[in-house]
Protein backbone atom coordinates (compact mmCIF):
# COMPACT_ATOMS: atom_id res chain seq x y z
CA UNK A 1 0.00 0.00 0.00
CA UNK A 2 1.31 3.46 -0.51
CA UNK A 3 0.01 7.23 -0.26
CA UNK A 4 1.15 8.58 -3.43
CA UNK A 5 3.43 10.94 -1.82
CA UNK A 6 6.87 10.83 -3.94
CA UNK A 7 9.55 10.30 -1.98
CA UNK A 8 12.77 10.04 -4.96
CA UNK A 9 12.63 10.97 -8.75
CA UNK A 10 14.46 8.19 -10.40
CA UNK A 11 16.44 7.60 -13.62
CA UNK A 12 16.70 5.08 -15.44
CA UNK A 13 20.05 3.36 -16.12
CA UNK A 14 19.09 0.37 -18.27
CA UNK A 15 15.71 -1.53 -19.72
CA UNK A 16 16.84 -5.04 -20.84
CA UNK A 17 15.03 -8.04 -22.06
CA UNK A 18 14.95 -11.00 -20.44
CA UNK A 19 12.86 -14.13 -21.03
CA UNK A 20 9.69 -13.27 -18.93
CA UNK A 21 9.53 -9.17 -19.70
CA UNK A 22 12.53 -6.72 -18.50
CA UNK A 23 14.65 -6.00 -16.38
CA UNK A 24 14.71 -2.38 -15.46
CA UNK A 25 17.58 -0.32 -13.71
CA UNK A 26 17.50 2.54 -11.93
CA UNK A 27 19.37 5.04 -9.74
CA UNK A 28 18.64 7.67 -6.90
CA UNK A 29 20.02 9.37 -4.32
CA UNK A 30 19.56 7.48 -1.11
CA UNK A 31 16.76 7.02 1.20
CA UNK A 32 17.55 6.73 4.96
CA UNK A 33 15.95 3.28 5.01
CA UNK A 34 17.81 1.84 2.04
CA UNK A 35 15.27 -0.36 -0.05
CA UNK A 36 16.05 -4.28 0.48
CA UNK A 37 15.80 -7.14 -1.68
CA UNK A 38 12.07 -8.23 -1.54
CA UNK A 39 10.84 -4.54 -0.70
CA UNK A 40 8.02 -3.13 -2.41
CA UNK A 41 8.33 0.14 -4.43
CA UNK A 42 5.74 1.98 -6.80
CA UNK A 43 7.55 3.06 -9.83
CA UNK A 44 5.93 5.79 -11.73
CA UNK A 45 2.42 4.23 -9.46
CA UNK A 46 3.44 0.70 -10.20
CA UNK A 47 4.02 -1.58 -7.53
CA UNK A 48 6.78 -3.61 -8.28
CA UNK A 49 9.37 -5.81 -6.26
CA UNK A 50 13.45 -5.01 -5.72
CA UNK A 51 15.37 -7.94 -6.83
CA UNK A 52 18.29 -6.24 -6.73
CA UNK A 53 19.86 -3.12 -4.72
CA UNK A 54 23.17 -1.94 -4.22
CA UNK A 55 24.53 1.43 -2.57
CA UNK A 56 27.29 3.60 -4.05
CA UNK A 57 28.37 6.60 -2.27
CA UNK A 58 25.36 8.93 -2.31
CA UNK A 59 23.38 6.72 -4.87
CA UNK A 60 21.34 3.68 -4.57
CA UNK A 61 20.66 1.54 -7.90
CA UNK A 62 17.96 -0.81 -8.01
CA UNK A 63 16.50 -3.21 -10.33
CA UNK A 64 13.08 -4.73 -10.75
CA UNK A 65 11.51 -7.68 -12.91
CA UNK A 66 8.69 -6.63 -15.08
CA UNK A 67 6.74 -9.25 -16.59
CA UNK A 68 4.72 -8.86 -20.04
CA UNK A 69 1.21 -8.40 -17.87
CA UNK A 70 2.54 -5.17 -16.48
CA UNK A 71 4.42 -3.73 -19.52
CA UNK A 72 1.19 -3.96 -21.49
CA UNK A 73 -0.23 -2.08 -18.51
CA UNK A 74 1.49 0.64 -17.79
CA UNK A 75 4.49 3.33 -19.18
CA UNK A 76 6.90 0.98 -18.01
CA UNK A 77 7.95 -0.17 -21.23
CA UNK A 78 8.47 3.01 -22.62
CA UNK A 79 11.20 3.68 -20.54
CA UNK A 80 14.56 4.44 -21.99
CA UNK A 81 18.12 5.05 -20.27
CA UNK A 82 17.89 8.59 -18.91
CA UNK A 83 13.87 8.53 -18.21
CA UNK A 84 12.80 9.90 -15.22
CA UNK A 85 10.30 8.06 -13.15
CA UNK A 86 8.62 8.49 -9.35
CA UNK A 87 9.26 6.87 -6.63
CA UNK A 88 7.96 6.13 -2.99
CA UNK A 89 8.45 3.20 -0.69
CA UNK A 90 5.29 1.02 0.57
CA UNK A 91 4.13 2.73 3.71
CA UNK A 92 4.86 1.64 7.54
CA UNK A 93 1.76 0.94 9.44
CA UNK A 94 3.61 3.20 11.90
CA UNK A 95 3.99 6.25 9.84
CA UNK A 96 1.81 9.39 9.30
CA UNK A 97 -0.28 8.89 6.84
CA UNK A 98 -0.88 11.31 3.62
CA UNK A 99 -2.23 11.68 0.45
CA UNK A 100 -5.10 8.69 -0.38
CA UNK A 101 -4.79 4.80 -0.21
CA UNK A 102 -3.30 4.29 -3.25
CA UNK A 103 -2.48 0.29 -4.22
CA UNK A 104 0.27 0.45 -7.16
CA UNK A 105 -2.44 -1.56 -9.59
CA UNK A 106 -2.60 0.56 -12.50
CA UNK A 107 -6.44 0.87 -13.82
CA UNK A 108 -5.08 2.81 -17.18
CA UNK A 109 -3.46 5.09 -19.57
CA UNK A 110 -4.15 8.25 -20.16
CA UNK A 111 -2.45 10.97 -22.38
CA UNK A 112 -1.77 14.68 -21.82
CA UNK A 113 -3.54 17.32 -24.14
CA UNK A 114 -2.67 20.19 -22.35
CA UNK A 115 -0.89 22.00 -20.06
CA UNK A 116 -1.48 25.57 -18.65
CA UNK A 117 0.77 27.15 -16.76
CA UNK A 118 0.53 30.01 -14.02
CA UNK A 119 2.83 32.84 -13.20
CA UNK A 120 2.51 31.50 -10.24
CA UNK A 121 3.84 28.19 -10.73
CA UNK A 122 0.83 26.06 -10.44
CA UNK A 123 -0.02 23.95 -13.49
CA UNK A 124 -3.29 22.75 -14.74
CA UNK A 125 -3.09 19.82 -16.76
CA UNK A 126 -5.57 18.26 -19.11
CA UNK A 127 -5.73 14.37 -20.26
CA UNK A 128 -7.71 11.98 -22.24
CA UNK A 129 -10.33 9.99 -20.36
CA UNK A 130 -10.77 7.18 -23.58
CA UNK A 131 -9.28 4.32 -21.93
CA UNK A 132 -10.80 5.23 -18.01
CA UNK A 133 -14.36 4.43 -17.22
CA UNK A 134 -16.17 7.67 -16.90
CA UNK A 135 -17.90 6.41 -13.68
CA UNK A 136 -14.60 5.95 -11.73
CA UNK A 137 -13.77 9.51 -12.30
CA UNK A 138 -15.22 12.13 -9.92
CA UNK A 139 -15.03 15.82 -9.84
CA UNK A 140 -12.79 16.41 -6.10
CA UNK A 141 -12.27 13.11 -5.57
CA UNK A 142 -8.74 11.41 -5.53
CA UNK A 143 -6.61 10.33 -8.29
CA UNK A 144 -3.04 8.93 -8.64
CA UNK A 145 -1.16 9.84 -11.90
CA UNK A 146 2.20 8.50 -12.49
CA UNK A 147 2.29 7.54 -8.41
CA UNK A 148 1.20 11.05 -7.38
CA UNK A 149 -1.81 11.43 -5.56
CA UNK A 150 -3.96 14.39 -6.97
CA UNK A 151 -7.20 16.32 -6.61
CA UNK A 152 -9.60 15.81 -9.77
CA UNK A 153 -10.42 19.88 -10.39
CA UNK A 154 -12.55 18.85 -13.37
CA UNK A 155 -14.30 16.03 -15.34
CA UNK A 156 -15.71 16.07 -18.17
CA UNK A 157 -17.37 13.60 -21.33
CA UNK A 158 -13.76 13.69 -23.03
CA UNK A 159 -11.06 14.83 -20.92
CA UNK A 160 -10.35 15.36 -16.71
CA UNK A 161 -8.11 17.95 -15.11
CA UNK A 162 -6.01 18.84 -12.30
CA UNK A 163 -3.99 21.38 -10.53
CA UNK A 164 -0.45 21.02 -9.13
CA UNK A 165 0.57 23.18 -6.66
CA UNK A 166 4.55 24.35 -7.34
CA UNK A 167 6.23 21.84 -5.26
CA UNK A 168 4.56 19.12 -6.72
CA UNK A 169 5.93 20.06 -10.34
CA UNK A 170 9.40 20.73 -8.52
CA UNK A 171 9.50 17.34 -6.74
CA UNK A 172 7.50 14.77 -9.16
CA UNK A 173 8.16 14.05 -12.65
CA UNK A 174 5.59 16.40 -13.54
CA UNK A 175 8.38 18.72 -14.04
CA UNK A 176 9.30 17.65 -17.64
CA UNK A 177 5.72 16.18 -18.46
CA UNK A 178 4.96 17.32 -22.10
CA UNK A 179 1.39 17.20 -24.25
CA UNK A 180 1.07 13.77 -25.81
CA UNK A 181 3.04 12.41 -23.14
CA UNK A 182 1.65 8.67 -21.68
CA UNK A 183 0.78 8.43 -18.40
CA UNK A 184 -0.33 5.44 -15.68
CA UNK A 185 -3.87 5.87 -14.10
CA UNK A 186 -4.87 4.35 -10.75
CA UNK A 187 -8.37 5.86 -9.51
CA UNK A 188 -9.51 5.78 -6.38
CA UNK A 189 -9.63 2.54 -4.30
CA UNK A 190 -13.26 3.33 -2.60
CA UNK A 191 -14.63 4.70 -6.03
CA UNK A 192 -13.87 1.98 -7.55
CA UNK A 193 -15.18 -0.35 -4.97
CA UNK A 194 -18.16 1.01 -4.73
CA UNK A 195 -18.50 1.35 -8.51
CA UNK A 196 -18.10 -2.46 -8.87
CA UNK A 197 -20.52 -3.20 -5.78
CA UNK A 198 -23.29 -1.22 -7.75
CA UNK A 199 -22.90 -2.61 -10.71
CA UNK A 200 -23.43 -6.14 -9.64
CA UNK A 201 -26.19 -5.59 -8.06
CA UNK A 202 -27.73 -3.47 -10.81
CA UNK A 203 -27.01 -6.82 -13.05
Not at 74 to 102: I, K, Q
Amino acid sequence: MFTGLIERIGTVISSTLNESGIRLELSCTNWAEVPKDGDSIAVSGCCLTVVNSRLDGDLIYIEFDIIAESLACTTLGTCTPGSLVNLELAMRADSRFGGHFVQGHIDAKACVVSIQKMESGEERIRFTTDMIGKDLLVSKGSIAIDGVSLTLASVEREFFEVCLIPMTVQETTFGTIQVGQVVNIETDMLTRTVVQVVTRMST
